[in-house]
């Protein structure tokens, strides 16, 4: 596994922890099931991250000494080990949401930020969904230049390929704009920047049953 891979499980990894204690197996099922980043991890995969933050004291077994051995679990679905963030895991976490930089913007991080944004204060997810945006909003310029140089070199099945991508970028970038105006309006009305957002908001909204803009508004 990478060393942005490995940074980003650690960091989905207390997230998840900071919600609730749980056991390898339900982190690991968690893990497939929310986070697409990390779609079919094994619990040999999760476990060296697991050995690793326990070492740094960062999580611990419920009802363990500090310094037991984590050992590999043979049959997941009956592990029996239940892990819990420690003062120091919190603590570690919350460092980690506010100094999220450029990288929660790209395509490996954004989704597993994007996931704990409940637990993040109001300004750090307006930074994030802005930065993605700008992200986007160049990939959007990229696209339509490729588009209009190879317009009358591709065949229409190319073509149509392309026009679908730059329509899926576009759709992103009209989801992100709806989600940063109510973090604005959220802001506004509460007056409180490190509020809690709530929760069911950002899932209400799926950019795939928007109606579609045209491309000068999209633009």
């Excluded at 990478?2 to 922890?17: D, I, K, S």
Aim: charged share 30%; proline share 5%; hydrophobic share 35%.
């Amino acid at each position: 596994m990478g060393r942005n891979r490995t940074a980003v499980l650690e960091f989905a990894v207390l997230g998840l922890l900071h919600r609730t204690p749980m056991h390898g197996y339900e982190l690991s099922k968690q893990l497939n099931m929310l986070l697409g980043t990390f779609r079919a991890l094994s619990y040999g995969t999760l476990y060296p991250c697991l050995t690793k933050l326990y070492a740094e004291g960062l999580i611990a077994k419920e009802g363990d000494e500090p310094g037991a051995d984590i050992r590999p679990v043979r049959a997941p679905g009956r592990s029996k080990i239940v892990y819990r963030l420690t003062a120091e895991g919190k603590e570690r976490f919350q460092d980690l949401l506010i100094n999220s930089g450029p990288a929660a913007w790209e395509d490996d991080e954004f989704g597993v930020h994007f996931a704990f944004f409940g637990q993040t204060r109001a300004d750090i997810r307006l930074r994030i969904l802005e930065g993605r945006r700008s992200r986007l909003e160049d990939r959007v310029e990229g696209l339509r230049a490729a588009l209009a140089r190879t317009r009358e070199r591709v065949d229409s099945y190319t073509l149509e390929l392309q026009r679908h991508g730059l329509e899926a970028v576009e759709r992103d970038v009209r989801w992100l704009n709806e989600l940063i105006a109510e973090e604005r309006r959220s802001e506004a009305t509460t007056g409180a920047a490190g509020g809690p957002y709530p929760p069911a908001a950002p899932i209400s909204i799926d950019p795939g049953t928007k109606d579609r803009r045209s491309e000068k508004e999209s633009s």
